[in-house]
């Protein structure tokens, strides 16, 4: 199958933050101006147009994303739980401070089986059963987070708000990442 991981467009989060918003609720903030108008260019992209379907994180930065693009592309939109962002407190009532979002941030990758946030495995591991459940599919937008997309393609650089990366996954369990991404200017570059 191919995918295509898109990362949702800039997120506005000075909507919630002027409603004094916090924590997970923060989630509930939409694209920006700018996030929407990145989502609009990036829909005429000629490897989306084949897309068979579009899958996303239920996030609204991510859902938003996710239909601006089916709507443009006159594709259907499935919202997965699973595609959501990378969890710095797994325990979804427990507070998060500074000090525990720059630890896991900077441990992300260690194998802390006990760690109370979410690694890089475990995000793999949950978007690759989403995928499962595609597999009679050929290609499939994926609208997610940079997280989740360097968790899956095995990459530590930056994911730009709106960038496309190529994926090719295998039902049988292999995957690889595809030699080419496409940078926020819409050129496609060898990595």
Same mark, same amino acid.
């Given at each position: 199958?191919?995918?295509?991981?898109?990362?949702?467009?800039?997120?506005?989060?000075?909507?919630?933050?002027?409603?004094?918003?916090?924590?997970?609720?923060?989630?509930?903030?939409?694209?920006?101006?700018?996030?929407?108008?990145?989502?609009? !260019?990036? &829909?005429?992209?000629? #490897?989306?147009? +084949?897309?068979? *379907?579009?899958?996303?994180?239920?996030?609204? %930065?991510?859902?938003?994303?996710?239909?601006?693009?089916?709507?443009?592309?006159?594709?259907?939109?499935?919202?997965?739980?699973?595609?959501?962002?990378?969890?710095?407190?797994?325990?979804?009532?427990?507070?998060?401070?500074?000090?525990?979002?720059?630890?896991?941030?900077?441990?992300?990758?260690?194998?802390? !089986?006990? &760690?109370?946030?979410? #690694?890089?495995? +475990?995000?793999? *591991?949950?978007?690759?059963?989403?995928?499962? %459940?595609?597999?009679?599919?050929?290609?499939?937008?994926?609208?997610?987070?940079?997280?989740?997309?360097?968790?899956?393609?095995?990459?530590?650089?930056?994911?730009?708000?709106?960038?496309?990366?190529?994926?090719?996954?295998?039902?049988?369990?292999?995957?690889?990442?595809?030699?080419?991404?496409?940078?926020?200017?819409?050129?496609?570059?060898? #990595?």
């Amino acid at each position: 199958m191919q995918v295509y991981f898109v990362r949702h467009g800039e997120t506005d989060y000075e909507v919630v933050a002027s409603r004094g918003v916090r924590g997970w609720a923060t989630s509930f903030a939409p694209l920006s101006h700018l996030g929407r108008l990145q989502i609009d !260019a990036i &829909a005429r992209d000629y #490897r989306l147009q +084949e897309a068979e *379907a579009i899958l996303c994180s239920s996030y609204a %930065r991510a859902l938003e994303s996710g239909a601006l693009l089916s709507r443009a592309l006159n594709k259907p939109l499935f919202v997965e739980y699973d595609l959501h962002e990378w969890l710095p407190q797994k325990d979804p009532l427990g507070d998060i401070d500074a000090e525990l979002l720059r630890r896991a941030r900077h441990a992300l990758e260690d194998d802390h !089986a006990d &760690a109370p946030w979410e #690694r890089v495995e +475990e995000v793999r *591991a949950r978007v690759l059963r989403v995928l499962e %459940r595609y597999r009679d599919r050929r290609r499939v937008v994926v609208v997610t987070h940079a997280v989740v997309i360097q968790s899956v393609v095995g990459t530590r650089r930056p994911i730009d708000h709106a960038e496309i990366v190529e994926f090719t996954w295998r039902p049988d369990g292999e995957a690889e990442r595809a030699a080419t991404a496409a940078p926020r200017d819409g050129v496609t570059v060898k #990595r």
